[in-house]
């Protein structure tokens, strides 16, 4: 399959060989066709996959010929991350044609978006809450709206935009094509669906499924451990970049300062980080100047970095659909990655729920030299339907990379004992002592 069979433009065809697409993925390969069509298209797909290319490639493709005039598509994203990367797509991939395009999300000035939605662009990619604070001011005409996109439609409903969805598709003329993406296809996404999509054609690609590149592994340890295991496993001459996930901002914080004390390139990536800290942030994790990302689940849907490979979950995600949206930042595009899992005896009960969810029971990947503590054990998983869950094995490892469970230094003795709790406070990332013979983190390079 050729991009040159899914009937686009010269002009993207060239755009998207300077991308180094050869091959279209396949929700690319499904999709652009029925959206060149003018169908309404649901996009099961997970993240990593090329899906937004498989919406930006034809609606430009039909803005380019159609008449201008006002807001004419307007794409709607759950975070403020992901808003800048489709919009970066989108000037990508549309260089050199007369579309103009914005976003508009919060947390910065109202008077550049406030320009762009009266009428200075074609495309708009928006969060929900500040596209609505613009509509209740007056001046945001709907009417020439015919592609409305719902990206990431379960993040939306999860993060409660169900509301605000709802008022700004009202505003919409109801003769538009829509187009709704999502990873996952709960009861309310297929609320969503019928509410805001007309005889919609259905392309489902193995969703609730992350990528089949990326191979998981449960690290058990206890809690008071976690910052040891995140710092040698981090030692570890791995090429790319590490994303790690932590439960709250405080959290992320804590390990990010420790991490820094060792001498790693840290980024941070979270709510209490302004707009400029955290495109910062994303601009230094990409472009290498930072090894590491210590991001909160703000972050999940929003990161796009061809070279992530892999994902450190320090703390365990409440849901396994944040699981899911979380290591999908690792393997994007069919790339290999590994996503690393900190399962403290507490997590237990989330393990299970992942597993089921993922239908095969995650391998458990010890690390040498941590007491041992109390293991996760397995599941006996339902059997998958479809295809079965990726669980590749490091042991199996098809890239060359050393297993996830031995060190590659062969004499690295044991870690420190970690630093008593006490007794009126809990454990807290970055509380472990330092271990005396580990060498500090700067020395780590990646080659991108
Ligand atoms: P997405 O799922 O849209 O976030 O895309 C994930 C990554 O895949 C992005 O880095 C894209 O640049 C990349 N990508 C999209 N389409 C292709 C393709 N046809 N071939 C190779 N990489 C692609």
Known sequence: MSFTTLGLSPMLLTHIARQGYTTPTPIQAAAIPPILAGNDVIGLAQTGTGKTAAFVLPILQRLQRSPAGGIRALIITPTRELAEQILGTVRTLGAGSRIRSASVYGGVGFEAQERALR???DLIVACPGRLLDHMSRGYVHCGTITTL???EADRLL????????????????????TLLFSATMGPDVADLVRAATRDPQTIRLS?????????????????????MALLELLRR?????????????HRADRVAQRLEREGARVARLHSNRSQRQRQ??????????????????IAARGIDVSTVSQVINFDMPDTSDAYIHRIGRTGRAERSGDALTLATPADRAMVRVIERALGAPLPRHPLPGLPMVDDVPPVAAPAPQGRPAPTRDHRADPYGRPPAHQSPRPSAPPHAAPRPRTPDRAAQPGDEARPAHQPSLHRRRYPR
């Open 207 to 227: 969703s609730d499924r992350p990528a089949e590149t990326i191979a998981h592994a449960i690290v058990p340890v206890a809690e008071e451990q976690k910052m």
């Open 149 to 151: 996109v719902l990206d």
């Open 280 to 297: 910062m942030a994303l601009d230094g994790f990409r472009d290498g100047t930072f090894d590491v990302l210590v991001a909160t689940d």
């Open 158 to 177: 999860d993060m409660g935009f169900a509301p605000a969805i709802r008022r700004i598709v009202t505003q919409l003329p109801a003769a538009r094509q």
């Open 119 to 121: 009428g200075g662009a």
């Open 237 to 249: 001459e791995r090429a790319g970049a590490v994303l790690v996930f932590t439960r709250t901002k």
